[in-house]
């Protein structure tokens, strides 16, 4: 199956959407066969160090079944999230899928972004035959190293977003490039895909630096940095973020390479915070622009309002409370995803979990709209991985500037599993 453009206008299915939402309630679900909710059991991080992405995690995914229950649910049926918290933790994460098969009923399980949690969840989803649809970023989907129960259909992988990334950074920013990376397996993953990719460019990752996720302050490793570097590529997550990134600043002052960074260095973090001054002009990569651009399509527009931020990607309740941006629109991309494999499949209950499955491995491309608004993406149902456009924003004047767009074939690789060759 492809999904493919609709012969509505871009307007035209907007407000059709509109048009949709203001139906009475019963007339929405009116031609169900079951009146019975689908049930997607949402694991999220609530508490750990995941806990800012899980908050938003679950604002993205509220807005988005609001939206496809307006519309009407799939296949005629309201959907329902039971929520479960995983701590950020693996273990909790696979006692996590374990109650929404078995306790919960749930038709599939979903959302789980840190990759430990992943890697530690997916084999129990597959031993409980439970779909277990990811927006985690990380390479371990597509490797081959889980199963055919897990997909990714909503978010880039890290190999697909530096294999992107690394032309700009030798060509614009220099040959001589160290890494900052967390001590875990998203960190392994730039790691393991970086050098390769820097290497490819004509340059050289002269230094790895590990760093552990759960680290509270930083100034002592970076006198590790060589003092050749000519980039210096950071990617952190966790509570202690703005700390890193000013902790960084105080270190180089005005002595600083280049500056290459993956905004999971700052999401949820204010840009303009005190002590962030240095990153003036400094680059970063964004799965999507947090600050809203001039040529903001109205697809994004649309899914800016719907989750509830502002053109600075702060909450419009609390403009102190910054959203995880480049990140949680995977929860509402792949909710449509789920949405669209679901009625390509009539997919009516567990017993059609393995028709949904392969529905959406037929899928190739997602066009760029109201389901889609980060961009358009091309899925590989054989690796279960989506891939999509890339981009680099640069600080100016406070605010994070789009400077360049990769392309989706900037960010494909050779596939190195074919999931549908494995048996349900």
């Not at 129990?124 to 199963?147: C, D, I, Q, T």
């Not at 100016?396 to 999931?419: K, W």
Request: one cysteine or more; a negative charge.
């Amino acid at each position: 199956m492809t999904l493919k453009p609709t012969d509505l206008t871009r307007r035209g299915a907007l407000k059709g959407l509109g048009a949709a939402a203001t139906l009475p309630l019963w007339t929405r679900y009116a031609g169900a066969q079951s009146a019975e909710p689908i049930k997607i059991g949402f694991q999220v991080h609530r508490t750990g160090i995941g806990a800012a992405y899980g908050r938003w995690y679950d604002r993205t995914t509220q807005a988005a079944v609001a939206m496809i229950n307006e519309a009407g649910g799939i296949n005629g049926r309201p959907v329902e999230i039971i929520a479960e918290d995983d701590g950020t933790d693996a273990k909790r994460g696979a006692e996590v899928i374990e109650k929404f098969a078995t306790q919960h009923n749930c038709d599939i399980a979903y959302g789980t972004l840190f990759s430990h949690v992943v890697i530690g969840s997916a084999p129990r989803a597959g031993e409980l035959k439970l779909p277990y649809f990811v927006v985690s970023e990380g390479h371990h989907v597509a490797s081959g190293m889980l199963n055919r129960y897990t997909l990714q259909p909503g978010i880039t992988d890290v190999k697909s977003q530096v294999q992107a990334m690394a032309p700009f950074i030798t060509d614009q920013l220099g040959k001589k490039v160290t890494m900052i990376f967390p001590d875990y397996g998203f960190g392994y993953d730039h790691r393991d895909n970086l050098v390769p990719a820097i290497e490819a460019n004509g340059g050289e990752v002269i230094e790895l630096i590990a760093i552990p996720p759960t680290e509270t302050s930083f100034t002592k490793y970076f006198p590790k940095i060589p003092r050749e570097t000519e980039v210096l590529y950071h990617v952190m997550v966790g509570p202690a973020v703005l700390t890193f990134v000013k902790e960084l600043g105080e270190f180089f002052g005005p002595q600083a390479p280049e500056i290459f960074g993956f905004i999971d260095s700052l999401e949820a973090v204010n840009i303009g915070s005190p002590g962030l001054e240095f990153l003036e002009g400094t680059y970063f990569w964004e799965g999507m622009c947090r600050h809203a651009q001039p040529d903001q399509s109205e697809f994004e527009t649309l899914y800016r309002e719907k989750v509830g931020v502002d053109d600075r990607g702060a909450s419009l309740a609390d403009p102190k409370d910054v959203s995880t941006y480049a990140h949680m629109f995977g929860c509402w991309e792949t909710l449509n995803v789920i949405k669209a494999g679901m009625e390509a499949s009539g997919y009516s209950g567990p017993s059609d979990r393995a028709a949904l499955i392969e529905a959406v491995e037929a899928m190739t491309d997602m066009p760029e709209g109201v389901e889609h608004p980060q961009g358009p993406k091309l899925f590989n149902g054989k690796t279960h991985q989506v891939f999509g456009q890339q981009y680099i924003s640069q600080v100016q004047d406070g605010v994070l500037t789009r400077v360049h767009t990769t392309s989706i074939e900037d960010g494909m690789y050779p596939d190195e599993v074919d999931y549908t060759t494995q048996s349900f």
